[in-house]
């Protein structure tokens, strides 16, 4: 039987091997954390709580603002010391709550009232999703009540639970998928039940044997839940290569997956769902992978939101003497780090820390016409064009182009043998055109 994949895409080396038989250890809290108000999609949460204030693990200490927005809760007992602007994951400051931790504190954290998931209602699911603050996991944070509301004339009948994890090094899903398979899918009916959809498939590439194995057993004894086995290519979890590859549906560029029927959920988002409903608990806790040869003690942790990232290194025994680049989130989708100041936010999945030989690259010469880079990109773009209109600051062409079609996955500049930064080159010429169009709609 032919593995169930998509047209275009790579397959860089996995290096999941440094962390995959790494049980999730749960990290201490740290002196203090770092909470920026705006750890989402949407309008920035607005803060309730003042300098000098105590404040409660599990508190509330930002509201959400308007629809598309999520509260923040604090992830530690102890004492407010400021708000103000502080360095981010992005490289943008942000403004941001700074909490000092009361290491003596016996105080436990605080919950909501667990509600019993055979009798609670779609709205009531809703309702506590976005009260517990939840964020999709899979990168992009986007609260996940709102893609549990989708506009009525939106008929899905399908949900995907994203178990691709097609990152190289990041196994935090996979640890979740192996470790808490149960909760996993008791969340994934929540979502079901939220949208009222009677089929779930669990997607997991094919490098994740044990996870296959072990959910689709569990699956058996719950009507309407499938586990589908896909082809380990990267970008596997990219939501349009996903739908794909479980449903033969495109969705059309522009389009959402929601216009061809289908949500994608992420399997952190699942098991954050389950811990919200069945156990009252707000999201407060980051899972992630901290991995790379240039980390001495590669794990999976369940860190405090907000806890700084050289926190998370010095707990991982340090780096290398070789190590030369931090970035949070995957090698090929993550943003490198300047600041280790900066912290964990909720959405965060991975920190890795590479050595000169995981990053060195060759000098950049010119583009040979050879094509790779049209053959991978798995949307159909044509990467070397959209490229050059943006060295050439053209963004009426390059918008013609289908410039914002990209989802900047840097497959293109992963497969360039003339190590043209193809995708930095994309993405600097896609935010000149959406500015562009939005002052169009302004004007
Ligand atoms: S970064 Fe954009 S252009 Fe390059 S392969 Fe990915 S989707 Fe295609
Ligand atoms: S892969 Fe690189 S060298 Fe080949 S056509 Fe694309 S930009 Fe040019």
Redesign the pocket.
Known sequence: MAISTFNGGIHPPEYKELTENCAFEIMPSPEEIILPVSQHLGKDAQPVVKKGDEVFAGQLVAKAEGFISAPIHSSVTGKVLSIGKEVTPSGFPKDSIIIKTDKNSSAEKILLPPLDPETITPDEIRQRVAEAGIVGQGGAAFPTYVKLSPPKDKQIDVVILNGCECEPYLTRDYRFMIERPDDLIEGFKLILKALGVNRGVIGIENNKPEAIRILSEKVKSHSGLEVISLKTKYPQGAEKMLIKAVTGREVPPGKLPMDVGAVIQNIGTALAIYDAIVKGEVLITAALTVSGKGIKNPKNLLVPVGTPIHDVIDYCGGVTEDAVKIVVGGPMMGVAQFDLHAPVLKATSGILVLTKEEVEKSPETPCLRCGQCVG????N?V?TK?ARYSQLQKYEEAEGADITV???????AYTCPANIP??QW?RLGKQKVLQMQRERVTN
């Open positions: 991978a990109c798995p949307l773009l990467p959209l990209c989802m900047e996955c840097g497959t293109c193809l995708v994309i």
